[in-house]
């Protein structure tokens, strides 16, 4: 074909050989989707009726905001390859239990519309459009997005506990007031229409857990059980609590293929070595980088967040390099800066960063090692 009267519509590509992998982006939706449903359950169980309310409230409306959207800007309406479901999702996920539905619907409509659509819609967004929906949430409503409630089952197992000092105790009196206590503990927690039991999380408890080991103090009675940290049974968001869950969620992206396993091990082993390496030289407890490990958002995003295929460099060399900027940044702001947790603006600054990493950090062309050794 002549050059000259080449149609200026016709789209100039690399040359061949050109692999497709056959997925389907609806078929990669439905990957995660599935990879997601043991946290679902796993917070289902923990929090109930909290967290199937933030659930819902989160994926209907992104789903009706990305819908009204693409109506709106006269584009076809995508819905059906459960994009916008797995944005709420992952946005109701990193969302403390018992959160209002009207905040978290403000959430998703930060998530879809600022976070997605505004940049052209799926493919396009420079941000994880989730994390954008929380940290809006975070700066607009900070106490409300930092109000944890304590698991279901902590509540049993007070209700437990004071059954089983009537037994001990020889006073009548202080067994039935431990009773009325732990009564009244979960009843109050069940209210979440009033305020709601607030608790701290592992990441708040080793805040305070430092400054006990500066002095030179024991911290154990601060700190929960590792067991309990690993297994769930602590506050927190809904989706980052249980590790048993996200893991096998993770894994199975990775076997899956949708998920490249340098950004979720690079990331875990730079946290852990640099809270490690920090806890030894200020004498504080070896179980100082597990806490840092398995609390907080950092097994969810490090599986789910900063995995995502539009946000993520596109070389492994430079999702290494990203992977440890997002370790070097978390690691930063829990030890140094004055809010505990840090997952969410780490994997927002580095996908800032991610065009430049592919800038400068590109795969050798087809043939063109070989040309160079010619």
């Known amino acids: 074909m002549d050059p000259i009267k080449t149609p200026a519509r016709l789209i100039l590509v690399s040359s061949s050989p050109h692999i497709h992998c056959g997925s ?76 209002s539905p009207v905040l978290a619907v403000f959430g998703s409509f930060c998530a879809i519309v600022i976070g997605k659509q505004v940049f052209g819609g799926l493919g396009n967004n420079i941000f994880n459009p989730a994390h954008i929906g929380r940290a809006i949430l975070l700066a607009s409503m900070p106490q409300q997005m ?39 503990a979960t009843t109050s927690a069940t209210k979440a229409g009033i305020d709601g039991v607030s608790s701290a999380t592992p990441l708040a408890m080793l805040r305070m857990s430092e400054s006990l080991w500066q002095k030179g103090q024991s911290a ?84 789910f967040m900063a995995t995502d295929w539009v946000t993520s460099p596109l070389t492994k060399r430079g999702r290494i390099i990203y992977a440890i900027g997002l370790g070097i940044l978390t690691a930063l702001i829990r030890l140094r800066g004055g809010y505990v947790e840090g997952v969410c603006y780490s994997i927002l600054i580095m996908n800032m960063l991610t065009p430049l990493i592919d800038r400068y950090i590109r795969n050798t062309p087809f043939g063109g090692r070989a040309q160079k050794n010619g």
Request: charged letters at 10%; aromatic letters at 12%; a neutral charge.
């Open 24 to 99: 389907t982006v609806s078929a990669a939706m439905r990957d995660v989707l599935l990879a997601l449903v043991p946290v679902i359950l796993s917070a289902v169980w923990f929090f109930r009726l909290d967290a199937i309310t933030v659930i819902l409230a989160c994926c209907l409306s992104a789903v009706f905001f990305e819908a009204l959207c693409q109506k709106v800007m006269g584009c076809a309406i995508t819905v059906k390859d459960g994009s916008a479901l797995l944005t709420g999702l992952l946005l109701a996920l990193c969302l403390p239990p018992g959160l």
């Open 146 to 184: 930092t109000t944890w409630l304590p698991p279901v089952h902590s509540f049993i197992d007070n209700i437990t506990n004071a059954v089983g000092s009537i037994n001990s105790v020889t006073s009548a009196t202080k067994a039935a007031h431990a009773l009325n206590t732990a009564v009244n």
């Open 220 to 303: 154990a009675d601060q700190l929960p059980n590792l067991w309990q940290l690993v297994l769930g049974n602590i506050p927190g968001s809904l989706g980052e609590t249980c590790v048993p869950a996200i893991l096998l969620g993770g894994l199975f992206l990775i076997w899956r293929g949708h998920v490249d396993w340098r950004i979720p091990f690079y990331y875990l082993l730079t946290v852990f070595l640099i809270t490690g390496i920090y806890g030894y030289f200020r004498g504080y407890s070896p179980l100082f980088p597990l806490y840092h490990l398995f609390g907080g958002g950092l097994m969810i995003g490090a599986f």
